[in-house]
């Protein structure tokens, strides 16, 4: 499913066609997606205008003065910024439709497996935060709250597997199977080994390969998996990259020893036993 890095390449792809343009229309195909369309939401949004785009975890945000749009792209889901007139395909659920310096475009949502989200948040109901969904998420990867000495201090006393403990969000967010993975791997660390048992030297390490697992996955467009394509209909390459993730029974890039399969959570988790203890 898309993890951070392709909801940042979403986010960085739609912010010139919707930031500062005011949305004419609306258009919903369906009831909703996992969860029901906002009621009323054409009404709502109807010559608003977008104030920012943002993103929390794997939370695309659409920021209007009233509120804000969550959307949320599911297991398969991805958003294309076309032209008016482009006639919509069975899993096209949800356009809205923008002015642009050259007329109208149309942001579209394509969910063939239909477990993505397009909520709205008002702002009478507090900061966006506030939000059910968003609420419980721990720190941004990305952000300067991120450190190994944060992972350090949450991580006592945990006898959970530090793979599983990094994929719960609660420390911190965004951190999905794949990236988390090449993380662990490029870091030295077994992800079988209890969160608890890894010192603060270790986990600054790893706070700073995540940080650099993801920076360099969103500068490569994120990965191919399933359905996921960026906002103008390309790939992105970062799969070319992995040291371990999907590389089962294949050499290690680092010693050559055959990558190890597992899983944990049931979710498969990519390893070497040589270069990660």
């Given at each position: 499913m898309p993890e951070l890095p392709e909801v940042e390449v979403t986010r960085r792809g739609v912010a010139p066609h919707l930031e500062g343009r005011?949305?004419?229309?609306v258009v919903l195909r369906r009831a909703g997606l996992r969860w029901p369309f906002p009621a009323g939401l054409p009404?709502?949004?109807?010559?608003r205008t977008v104030l920012a785009t943002g993103r929390r975890g794997k939370y695309l945000l659409v920021e209007f003065e009233h509120g804000t749009l969550i959307i949320h792209l599911g297991?398969?889901?991805?958003l294309r910024v076309l032209p008016p007139g482009v006639p919509p395909e069975k899993h096209d659920h949800f356009d809205m439709v923008?002015?642009?310096?050259?007329?109208?475009?149309v942001l579209r949502m394509t969910d063939p497996r239909r477990f993505g989200a397009v909520l709205w948040h008002p702002k009478d109901d507090g900061d966006i935060d506030a939000h059910l969904l968003l609420r419980g998420l721990g720190v941004e990867p990305l952000?300067?709250?991120?450190?190994?000495?944060?992972l350090y201090r949450h991580t006592r006393g945990?006898?959970?597997?530090?793979k599983q403990v990094l994929l719960a969000g609660d420390i911190v967010v965004g951190v999905g199977n794949i990236y988390c993975s090449e993380s662990l791997f490029r870091a030295g660390i077994n992800p079988k080994t209890p969160a608890g048992r890894i010192g603060l030297a270790r986990y600054e390490r790893l706070a700073q390969v995540i940080r650099e697992v993801l920076a360099e996955a969103i500068?490569?467009?994120?990965?191919?998996?399933?359905?996921?394509?960026a906002v103008n209909g390309q790939s992105g390459y970062f799969q070319q990259s992995y040291f371990v993730y999907d590389r089962a029974d294949v050499p290690c890039r680092v010693c050559t020893t055959p990558i190890r399969q597992i899983k944990q959570g049931q979710r498969s988790t990519f390893y070497c036993i040589k270069?990660?203890?």
């Open positions: 005011a949305v004419r229309d009404a709502m949004l109807a010559d297991m398969s889901g991805h923008v002015d642009g310096p050259a007329g109208p475009q952000g300067p709250d991120f450190t190994g000495e944060l945990r006898s959970a597997a530090v500068v490569q467009g994120g990965s191919t998996l399933r359905d996921f394509i270069c990660q203890k």
